[in-house]
């Protein structure tokens, strides 16, 4: 993954700019998160602080994304009061210990095998917000591989998801959690069968050559 620095940035440390042509998908669906202000399944949202501060439950939300068929956005910069959602934006002082590659180093130091993500600013309403783009596993599911400290809820071979209808992120408790997951893994455990057969020239429901047919050609 290359971070790009353009001018634009040079407050924002390493972080690439949503604003780059590049992104432009994903700033589409961080504004739209943004003007719904509403935590879903693949949205979630937590308060401006520093990265230390908050690394320990994105890793969770992260592990939990990464199961989750599509992906999944955590925004920093939007706070609870009263059971409203506010848009507070980030200040520079919480915003410049941000560094990609740290973010993306610790996020992948407690999950196997890994997860791919795209770490953004984003200027919105005049406020600067964090956001990080958590895509779905690749071939197999994410897994924690290590414990975390103790009250950060992260536990060596647990399995997160993100159960639908709750915005939160959780261990695998049931069967039905297991099963939706074990579904998408097949999915593409699938896909990637027909594309290896595509690619050596076989195709699905098509026999392969006949030696027998070779050796009687002429005959």
């Known amino acids: 993954m290359v971070w790009l620095r353009t001018a634009n940035e040079t407050l924002m440390g ?58 999944g956005i955590i925004i920093v910069g939007v706070s609870q009061r009263n059971k409203k959602w506010k848009l507070n934006g980030v200040p520079k002082k919480f915003l410049e210990t ?15 095998p890994f997860v791919d993500l ?19 596993f690749a071939e ?28 939160r992120s959780t261990r695998i408790t049931n069967a039905a959690q297991m099963n939706d997951l074990l579904e998408l893994a097949a999915e593409k455990r699938a896909r990637r069968i027909l594309a290896v057969a595509s690619r050596i020239g076989l195709e699905p429901g098509v026999a392969g050559p006949n030696p027998f047919d070779k050796e009687l050609e002429g005959l």
């Open 98 to 112: 941000y560094d990609p590659d740290i973010v993306v180093d610790q996020i992948n130091s407690y999950i196997s």
């Open 140 to 167: 197999v599911p994410l897994v924690c591989k290590k414990n975390g400290p103790q009250g950060t809820g992260l536990y060596e071979g647990s399995v997160y998801v993100r159960p639908p209808g709750l915005p």
């Open 118 to 136: 795209e770490i953004v600013s984003i200027r919105h309403d005049g406020k600067t917000f964090v956001a990080i783009y958590v895509r779905e």
């Open 14 to 71: 390493a972080l690439a700019s949503a604003d780059l042509p590049g992104h432009q998908r994903l700033r589409e669906r961080i504004v739209y998160a943004l003007n719904r202000c509403i935590e879903t399944q693949d949205v979630d949202f937590k308060q401006a602080a520093a990265w230390s501060d908050l690394k320990w439950r994105i890793i969770e939300t992260a592990l939990a994304m990464g199961n989750l068929r599509d992906g």
